[in-house]
């Protein structure tokens, strides 16, 4: 069996799902979600957009499979082909099609189009670093030409969506604290792979935000749920369970541990837990296995009350980079039955739609300066940035601070449920903490990703139904916050 680059690039977003992949029972798997389907609709249409607009003249060798299509490649790159599309290559266990082979001084250089961003983070004065999924694509491919030896050096490019070609070095670290280069990172990546198609599939299954959109979700949660594994507990992700599943094994072992027994002076025996992250999962390890557990504050916070609260949720096309909906749902004297919804919706996918949702939005969250803000996680401020920066006629820097001000604008997220509650569930989303207080979504399928997947509807059919169902979901969402807010309340 073959490590391909596209095995890779889903090791590094979850090793299990490799194994489940190829040795998995196909019968119990789920269906690829729509946003998932749309993600790939979205990658294949921007690669030929790419390649029909001519900036690429290249040989295509798209329309051959398998062994004919290598063929083709090796004979291309034998007489020197300046540049092919969609060629193959392999050598001994390892294969990949890199969408672009360039010929330059001393051999080729893959190149993957990429309908994303080509690098991730960054900021004013740092452009971000290599995203580790494209990188160790781009390493096998270079790997494979180097067995070949028709490599031109450790050096790949992502040719981005903004038409930008992106160079990573691969004998450098990702970013500027990285110590292991792209390189090494790769090597472990294919390890870990071998090691996966020599034992036949065998892998721990971890929960992490990447199961909600993963065919696997189902018969994952059944085993991770029948060995009460310790990813069950919030923020205790698969490095983490690594390093203690030798001595404590589930959740429930855990729970019956005194969690002092593993401290070692100001450390653990556990790498990279410390002793206070050792004790808040011990805590969360009891809350989970004890049946009658209830949530429970474990400090003190302001939840200020005010005639008017605003509870604030935007959604975000990732994919187009537009902020197509600002929800707000506004109570008065803590009347929850009379409270209102406000959607400013961009109609389209323009630039002035965008502009005016986000004009709308803005000024109903300043206009009552006395009104408490509610929302869940930073990503409305940061959005709100991004907006003003793009917009700046609509408000200024200053504006934007001033209305996320924490003394009026409180992310019940960060500053409340993270610092200050515990929660017998396996996560903190809102999803998660409302539906656990009895707050039900009207829809079947309620979830950003979803929303971003009717909005790619409504763009392309206008459907007035799915216009309907985003503004529902939102408005869901905002009530969530509310119904969390009144929960955490209780708890006081
Ligand atoms: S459901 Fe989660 S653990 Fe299972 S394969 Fe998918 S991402 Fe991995």
């Known amino acids: 069996m073959q490590i391909s680059a596209s095995m890779l690039y889903n090791l590094v977003q979850c090793p299990k799902r490799v194994a489940l992949d190829l040795f998995g029972d196909l019968s119990i798997r789920d269906e690829v979600s729509a946003f998932v389907q749309l993600l790939w609709e979205q990658g294949a249409a921007y690669e030929q957009k790419v390649m029909a607009s001519g900036a690429h003249a290249a040989l295509d060798l798209s329309a051959f499979e398998g062994e004919e299509k290598e063929r083709l490649t090796h004979e291309a790159m034998a007489r020197g082909e300046p540049l092919i599309y969609a060629g193959r290559i392999s050598a001994d266990d390892l294969v990949g099609i890199p969408d672009l082979l360039r010929k330059v001084a001393g051999g080729y250089v893959p190149i993957d189009i990429k309908s994303g961003a080509g690098k991730e983070g960054g900021g004013e004065d740092d452009d971000g670093k ?69 034992s036949g599939g065998l892998c721990r299954g971890a929960l992490s935000a990447k199961c909600k959109e993963c065919h696997w979700r189902s018969a994952c949660s059944m085993e991770l749920k029948s060995n009460d594994d310790l990813t069950l507990i919030p923020f205790l992700g698969r490095a983490m369970r690594d390093a203690m599943v030798d001595t404590i094994g589930s959740v429930g072992e855990f729970a019956q541990c005194d969690p002092e027994a593993f401290m070692v002076g100001k450390k653990t025996v556990f790498a990279g837990i ?219």
């Open 274 to 492: 410390g002793p206070d992250r050792l004790r808040k999962f011990h805590l969360r390890a009891r809350l989970l296995s004890d049946p009658d557990a209830r949530p429970m504050l474990t400090a003190v916070v302001p939840l200020p009350r005010s005639e008017v609260e605003l509870f604030f949720d935007i959604e975000v096309d990732t994919m187009r980079d537009l902020t197509y909906l600002h929800g707000i749902v506004e109570r008065r004297g803590g009347d929850s039955a009379n409270e209102r919804f406000h959607a400013f919706f961009a109609e389209d996918e323009s630039a002035e739609a965008e502009r005016a949702a986000f004009a709308g939005s803005f000024a109903l969250l300043t206009a009552d300066p006395g009104a408490t803000i509610w929302y869940y996680s930073k990503y409305e401020r940061t959005l709100y940035r991004k907006l003003q920066a793009r917009y700046p006629d609509v408000c200024s820097a200053e504006d934007v601070e001033r209305l996320f001000d924490p003394a009026r604008a409180i992310d019940l997220y960060y500053d409340v449920v993270t610092k200050a509650t515990e929660w017998p569930t396996n996560d903190h989303s809102i999803k998660t903490l409302a539906k656990y207080l009895g707050f039900a979504w009207r829809d079947n399928n309620p979830s950003g990703a979803a929303s971003i997947e009717w909005f790619d509807q409504w763009v392309k059919t206008r459907d007035p139904a799915m216009r309907q169902r985003i503004l529902d979901y939102n408005e869901d969402d905002c009530r969530a916050t509310r119904v969390l807010l009144d929960g955490i309340r209780g708890l006081a």
């Open 130 to 198: 290599p995203k580790l999924p494209y990188a160790v694509q781009l390493c096998l491919y270079v790997d494979v030409l180097e067995r070949l030896g028709l490599s031109a050096g450790r050096q790949a490019w992502i040719y981005d969506v903004r038409g930008e070609e992106v160079l990573y070095e691969l004998d450098a670290p990702r970013g500027p604290r990285g110590k292991a280069t792209i390189w090494e990172e790769y090597q472990d990546r294919l390890a870990e792979a071998r090691r996966i198609v020599a």
